[in-house]
């Protein structure tokens, strides 16, 4: 018999599902569609986005209250996936923290890590899916503003209680 460690995330796959454990809690979910991590995708922000591999799509809604400078956002955008290293200061926080302190805080369920969106502007990254937005992209007071909306978004937090 087997064991994986307690900060592991073993994994057992069967008949197009997955178990997983993580933080003492498990997981079946549907196997996930494969993912080539290293592409890069073309966003027109006036256009709806769908992303690879059923993570859902992407789209930019002006009506409703928003977070990102409709000024700041370039007409085109590019989305990528995480390769590691990613820094990011999203809005609110006075410094840059490394995108995976970020993933890890907010209980970003390991496996979906590498499938957010990035969404970059050239090689700024602007924001992560629609849970961040960069400082440096954000609406001030008063200013026009979007929100990006990300739909079908699949559950990549964890159901336990934060620890």
Known sequence: MLAASVDRVPRVAWDGWEMRRHRGWLYCEQKLPALDAGQE?????????????SLGSLRISPGEPGRLSAAKLPATLTVRFRVGGETLQPAGHAIHHKL????????????????????????QL?????????????????????????EQRPTIVGAHPRE
């Open 41 to 53: 995708i073309e966003w027109h922000t006036h256009a709806l986005l769908q992303l690879p591999a």
């Open 100 to 123: 995976k302190k970020l993933l890890q805080a907010s209980a970003i369920l390991p496996w979906w890590r590498e499938r957010l969106p990035l969404i970059y502007a050239g090689k």
């Open 126 to 150: 602007v924001a992560v899916g629609d849970l961040w937005i960069a400082a440096e992209f954000a609406a001030h007071d008063g200013e026009p503003a979007v929100s990006i909306v990300w």
